[in-house]
């Protein structure tokens, strides 16, 4: 048998690019993109065929230490998928001057492999330097592989890329095939992911609140899809109902905006990304909402789908 196929997990820190490479690898949005860390919130899961294999990506929430609620639910997400993935990337920044977090990470890594009784040795990790499009001198790239090789024998690979121009990608895909074991496809031909639609359709919402209010609005921002149903008067059109959550009275003003004019560009935004979604006309309907503490408040996060 030639043909393999197994499961991909991509870990790193926040902001470094998992979401990007995962849109980039399947061609279609799957997870939330934007220029914030951490606003990855699931362990989306997506497939890859190629004529020889079947890759099944896990995107992880950005690791870092949990404050919340909400954020040790994407804390335990990052590392429950770890462990029985037969590749691990671990994604860096090139543009990084330092290594710390990333190191932290790693170490973190070690100890949760530790716990289940597997070595660092006997784990497929290649190393993904991303974003090699921002950095003028690439000889500062090779030297920050160097000094990771030196430190951390346990890496297979190193693959310089930039998921967001699509550089290298084909080569990385052949380096995780290498590793995959040989075994028939575990899923059907069509590249799948795993949310359910209403979460999904609030992810999209999300990554366009995200996108417009830049850094005025924390990564405490929610949404919930209320109602997902057929138009009344017309039947070929999908109406959606959904809440945007925050946790303070002055996030609601910046979101709604001036006149209600940001509320209405998030709301257009967001519907253009639905019809491609649904392949159908979207009337979409958005309200703010504040309940403070949300992310603190075990049952609420729950109702999010964690």
Not at 241 to 263: D, M, P, S, Y
Request: glycine content about 4%; charged content about 30%; aromatic content about 8%.
């Amino acid at each position: 048998m030639n043909f393999k196929s197994g499961y991909v997990t991509i870990i790193g820190k926040p902001n470094v690019g998992k979401s990007t490479l995962l849109n980039t690898i399947l061609g279609k949005k799957v997870a939330i993109v934007s220029s914030i860390a951490g606003t990855t919130r699931f362990s989306i899961t997506g497939v890859k065929n190629l004529p020889n294999a079947q890759i099944i990506f896990f995107d992880t929430p950005g690791v870092y230490e949990p404050k919340n609620e909400l954020e040790q639910k994407m804390y335990s997400y990052a590392y429950t998928s770890i462990i029985d993935a037969d590749v691990v990337l671990f994604m860096i920044n090139a543009t990084d001057k330092s290594l710390l977090t990333d190191k932290k990470i790693l170490d973190k890594f070690i100890s949760i492999l530790d716990e289940n009784n597997k070595k660092i040795e006997d784990v497929n990790i290649l190393c993904v330097v991303n974003k090699i499009d921002l950095v003028k001198d690439i000889t500062s790239v090779d030297n920050t592989i160097e000094l990771l090789k030196n430190e951390y024998k346990f890496f297979k690979e190193f693959i310089k890329i930039s998921a967001l121009n699509n550089t290298n990608i084909d080569l990385l895909l052949e380096k995780i095939v290498e590793y995959l074991p040989q075994q028939e496809k575990l899923f059907e031909d069509e590249e799948v992911f795993n949310l359910p639609l209403k979460l999904q359709i609030s992810e999209i919402i999300r990554e366009k609140v995200f996108q417009n209010v830049y850094q005025e609005i924390p990564k405490s921002t929610a949404v919930i899809v209320e109602d997902i149903r057929t138009g009344d008067v017309d039947k070929t059109k999908v109406v959606i109902e959904a809440t945007i959550v925050v946790e303070r009275e002055n996030h609601k003003g910046i979101i709604i905006g001036e006149n209600g004019k940001k509320l209405k560009i998030i709301g257009t935004q967001a519907r253009i990304e639905l019809e491609k979604l649904l392949s159908k006309p979207v009337f979409l309907s958005l309200r703010v909402k504040v309940k403070e503490k949300w992310t603190k408040k075990t049952d609420f996060v729950s109702q999010l789908g964690f």
